[in-house]
């Protein structure tokens, strides 16, 4: 996996070295010697990830991080920070800045190569689905999507892997005040449970004698149900090399023991923020798309939805040799309505013919409303005789009962046209085209009917 990452520090020599260093892993490498220059070439390039130094004169790299973690258009860079501060506090401090790690100098290769992939990792697949989420949400003009999903809370619920139960007390103890935490010592019984989704993080020991948490981490990885959980990895000091690789195996984020309470609950909150956001990412995404296929007034999918899906059912009917019926139907003096009544009136009327077709179709049939007061209604595996059946069921529903608008009573009525394909001839549109000249004989023959016609 290579990356373009960009190092900022104000001495040279550092500079060449962490350079060099990448250069080797076949990173690309850009660099900056000030605040201002890295906060420019964010903004200007295209970067997969930020080491930033923290010693910086004019600008440190505190201020940077909140700078670039405050611009909607660098929030979602991934950002170390390198110093040679040490204690607790001064991660902590950096965490707090919106920073995603705090690496120590001098730092190893182990630990700077490990953080840097699995960094890169994350945003590839953060960026992936904020984009789709970007181009899907400009459809249906929802522009304010990205601003509300960064501005969410981190508290959430966690599970600890842990078989020290004073570790797992510990950590507890430290989070109960801002989420919900439960700990177990059996890693099966939640990597088979459904309900395991909801967690928003686990907390794994690595350190642990009853089961392997490099095993546990690839579990989580590779479930199709889990694989969203992001895991936080506590494990000892020395213990570089497992640590390295259970982030080679998924694991976002990790932290030495003994530890240090402010440092768990700032990289918890990092986790937790971080998931949600991308949990956000995907709800939007499928709202969103429902909303560009799908009909606002009616509930139905739209002409859109219909002309990208009839080719498919079409080619499905064709392999399976089974046969399709499409139907297309109109609300008969549906201007009159209007006319009479009003807009608001219409609106209520389509909306209790879209409830009113709903309920006269099969399971496997789908409804579309394709424009105006025009419905076309897909019948899977539906003959003509079927279909005729269908038709009729809908003209009764719509015609025996008047329709509620505003305490008054309306009569109305539906013609319809059927076609059912024929596989050698037909594609979508004339499939279309001949149930339309079907409603067309309907209408000219005195509506409240359905016609079918043959190929």
Not at 8 to 26: F, G, I, S
Not at 354 to 365: I, N, Q, T, V
Not at 412 to 430: F, K, M, Q
Request: charge should be negative; include cysteine; charged fraction near 30%.
């Amino acid at each position: 996996m290579t990356a373009r990452i960009l190092i900022v520090d104000d001495m040279d020599v550092n500079l060449r070295l962490m350079q060099a260093r990448l250069t080797a892993e076949y990173f690309e490498v850009l660099t900056a010697t000030s605040g201002a220059d890295a906060i420019a070439i964010c903004e200007r390039e295209t970067i997969d990830l930020v080491l930033l130094d923290v010693m910086m004169p004019d600008m440190d790299g505190y201020e940077v991080c909140r700078r670039l973690k405050g611009n909607a258009r660098t929030r979602h860079l991934p950002i170390v920070l390198i110093t040679s501060l040490d204690q607790p506090a001064d991660r902590v401090a950096g965490l707090e800045a919106g920073a995603d790690d705090f690496l120590t100098k001098p730092v190893r290769d182990l630990q700077l190569f490990s953080r840097v992939r699995s960094l890169v990792r994350l945003k590839i697949l953060t960026d992936e689905l904020r984009i789709r989420t970007e181009t899907t949400a400009s459809l249906v003009a929802r522009h304010d999507v990205m601003a509300e999903l960064a501005g969410r809370a981190p508290s959430g619920r966690l599970m600890v892997f842990d078989d020290d139960t004073g570790l797992a007390s510990r950590i507890k103890r430290i989070l109960k005040t801002e989420h919900v935490v439960e700990a177990t010592r059996e890693p099966a019984a939640v990597l088979h449970d459904e309900a395991s989704s909801a967690y928003d993080l686990f907390v794994v020991n690595l350190a642990t004698a009853s089961y392997d948490g490099l095993r546990l981490c690839s579990q989580v990885r590779s479930s199709d149900l889990l694989r969203q959980v992001p895991i936080l990895l506590v494990s000892d000091f020395a213990d570089d090399v497992r640590t390295a690789k259970a982030l080679e195996l998924g694991a976002n984020d990790y932290l030495a023991s003994p530890l240090d309470r402010n440092e768990l609950l700032a990289r918890v909150r990092t986790q937790i923020k971080r998931k949600r956001y991308d949990d956000g990412l995907r709800q939007s995404l499928r709202e969103t798309i429902a909303l560009a296929v799908t009909d606002s007034l009616t509930g139905l999918n739209n002409r859109r939805f219909l002309e990208s899906h009839l080719p498919v059912v079409i080619e499905r009917a064709r392999t399976d040799a089974k046969p399709l019926s499409v139907l297309i139907a109109d609300i008969d003096h549906f201007k009159r309505i209007n006319d009479g009544w009003g807009h608001d009136a219409g609106d209520a009327v389509l909306k209790e013919f879209a409830a009113r077709l709903k309920d006269s179709l099969r399971a496997s049939d789908l409804a579309c409303r394709f424009g105006g007061e025009e419905f076309v209604i897909l019948m899977p595996e539906a003959d003509g005789r079927t279909a005729q059946i269908i038709a009729e069921r809908l003209r009764s529903l719509v015609a025996d009962a008047p329709f509620d608008v505003a305490g008054e009573a309306i009569l109305v009525t539906v013609s319809a046209g059927i076609a059912v394909l024929d596989p050698a001839t037909d594609d979508w549109e004339s499939l279309l085209k001949r149930a339309d000249r079907g409603l067309y004989e309907a209408k000219r023959n005195g509506r409240n009917q359905v016609v079918a016609l043959a190929a």
